[in-house]
């Protein structure tokens, strides 16, 4: 199988995120960029199907602050190649990415019969969409997310997989290969990898780096304003020290009849 | 000027999710002030049977057959495509949910309109349409306007009332026969999740562990309270994705759904996939760290503080009570 994985930083939620003076945009020096989560697992599970059934990883990320981490991180796990697209992408939305990514795979020949083209399933920031979906029509290939498993079968060259639905309720799809599917989350927790081994591979293994121009694809239209949450609706907080906050606490649950 | 706003069904298991009658409210109030009509598609097997609910749409369009078992964003498109060119339709509604996630994009890759994720309102004011989402997890919301009023968007479940949504009137129905056009994906079968040893849609307390919670032994403690209060302990999806808990013990938009008298949430931040599954608890408490947590805004009270400073001290004073 020849496994193309798409990764992408995003900012770190659960540290305070500042909105910048164009109000458009986050501001950057406050972010603490971290890889999307749901792309961990889909490393992850690209690594899982090459143990399992051999062939090629490559992982491709535009250019963006610490994404050299990732990638190596992802080299680290076993995978083959790292690519870093580099050009003046970061006001691109994800039409216009979707744009590049598939320009770039037909350019360099990479949809081929054994192809599976991976990506986390829905970023934090995902204002339109899936990327896959808009991948998936430029590509004209089959296109699936929300997917928790996937097994190859190389004597039909097609995946099976699994899509989550609600509940805990799952439906299982067959899909031919070339295709792109979503990644939610990988059999298995995303291994952990010793900061040890990650230096090591820095000295032995490099990341790829091209410059792809941005001309003939629209950025598509940015958003007019990011704001915070109106404070309307907000908790009754309980404040003071453990001991007032657990007495106050316990107030309620007696005056709910819940103790 | 387009002739049309049309709102996409969404249902799971035979049974019309809250959030389509939410989307035909907010559809009608949209339609009327924009002096268009209001259309609604309903796909699966059996589709006709659920259509006279939907009399608050002016036409409902109806795809019933034996032959489409699951929702397929592929199957979805070709059948919405179609509808939306021939009765010139500017506005799309979708539900936010996995059923029918991958729609929106790809229709709208294939219509050349926007899409727009995540809504939580849409206003139309001054003959434009603004699209207010929800991103970053919940501590972001971006505006965006559309001066055509053309585009599809993706309704987060619980932000609009869905009792707006209903009506006794019996709409026009038309049926649509299934397109037949081949589909690059097949479905194969449901896979029903394992019971679990217990049924979280049925406790009237839940004590919910997220991420915040640290280690997979630390869960003890929602056990330890959950022994002295009653009811049982469920989580937030990482906790579910690291082995932690079995799946069975998930709320959210890929697991439960729940309604019960208390959810305490311990160190869960409030992701609006996290929201879906247990904004409809009748009290809700939430510990978190971070005073910016999203949870926040769905909780009736807050407790910004480390669980390990308020949970064990709790379940002492609960303890000395009895
Ligand atoms: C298609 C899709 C489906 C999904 N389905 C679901 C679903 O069904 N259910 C679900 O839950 N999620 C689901 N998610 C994931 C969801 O987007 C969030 O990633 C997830 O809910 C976050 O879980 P969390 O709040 O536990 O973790 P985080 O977002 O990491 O939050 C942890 C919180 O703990 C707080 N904290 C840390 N340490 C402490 C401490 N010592 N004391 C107190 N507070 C502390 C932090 O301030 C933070 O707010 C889905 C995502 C997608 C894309
Ligand atoms: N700019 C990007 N660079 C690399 N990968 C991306 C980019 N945008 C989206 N992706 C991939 O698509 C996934 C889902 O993003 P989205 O579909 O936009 O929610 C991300 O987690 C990545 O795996």
Known sequence: MNI??????????????????????????????????????????????????????????????????????????????????????????????????????????????????MSGSQAIDDLEGELIYYMGENLNIPTCGIVTSVNYRSDFNLINVYKEFAGGLRGEFEINLPAIIGIQAAEKPPRYIPIAKIRAIMKTAKIEEIDIPDDHISAGKEVNRLLEPEVSGRATMLEGSPDEITAKLIEILSEKAII | MSKGILVLADHT???????????????????????????????????????????????????????????????????????????????????????????????????????????????????ELMA?????????????????????????????????????????????????????????????????????????????????????????????????????????RPIIDQGWLPLSRQIGKSGMIVKPKLYMALGISGAPEHIEGMKDAELIIAVNKDSAAPIFNVAQYGICADIDDIVPMLIDKLKERK
Request: charged share 25%; proline share 3%.
């Open chain 2, 132 to 236: 207010t989402s929800q991103l970053f997890g919940g501590k972001i919301f971006s505006e965006t306007v559309l001066n055509d009023c053309k585009g599809i968007f993706s309704i987060l479940p619980g932000s609009f009332p869905a009792e707006a949504g209903k009506a006794s009137r019996f709409p026009e129905i038309i049926d649509i026969p299934h397109p037949d056009d081949g589909l690059k994906i097949k479905f194969k079968a449901f896979i029903e999740p394992e019971a679990g040893d217990v049924d979280v849609t049925k406790e009237s307390i839940l004590v919910s562990v997220g991420r915040g919670i640290g280690s997979s032994d630390n869960i003890s403690i929602a056990d330890e309270l959950v022994e002295i209060i009653g009811g049982a302990v469920c989580a937030s």
């Open chain 1, 4 to 117: 193309l994985i798409f990764i992408r930083m995003v900012a770190d939620v659960v540290e305070e995120l500042k909105i910048a003076d164009d109000f458009k945009s986050l501001d950057i020096d406050w972010i603490r960029f971290r890889l999307s989560e749901t792309d961990e697992h889909a490393v992850e599970q690209a690594i899982l199907l090459k143990e399992k059934y051999g062939g090629m990883v490559t992982v491709i990320a535009l250019d963006a602050p610490e994404v050299d981490d990732a990638l190596y991180n992802a080299l680290a796990k076993g995978a083959d190649r790292a690519i870093k697209i580099c050009g003046d992408w970061m006001n691109f939305r994800s039409p216009g990415i979707a744009k590049l990514f598939s320009n770039y795979i037909k350019d360099e020949n990479l949809l081929v019969t054994q192809t599976l083209i």
């Open chain 2, 13 to 127: 298991k035979e049974v019309i999710t809250d959030v389509s009658y939410e989307m035909l409210g907010i559809g009608r109030k949209l339609a009327d002030s924009m002096n268009q009509p209001l259309y609604s598609l309903i796909i699966g097997d059996g589709a006709e049977k659920f259509a006279s609910g939907f009399g608050i749409a002016d036409k409902v369009f109806v795809v019933a057959d034996k032959k489409i078992e699951i929702a397929i964003p592929e199957l979805i498109v070709q059948i919405l495509k179609k509808i939306v060119t021939e009765n010139d339709i500017s506005l799309i509604l979708v539900a936010g949910t996995n059923i029918s996630s991958g729609v929106g994009p790809l229709l709208a890759a294939k219509l050349d309109y926007r899409f727009i994720h995540f809504c939580k309102n849409l206003i139309y004011e001054n003959g």
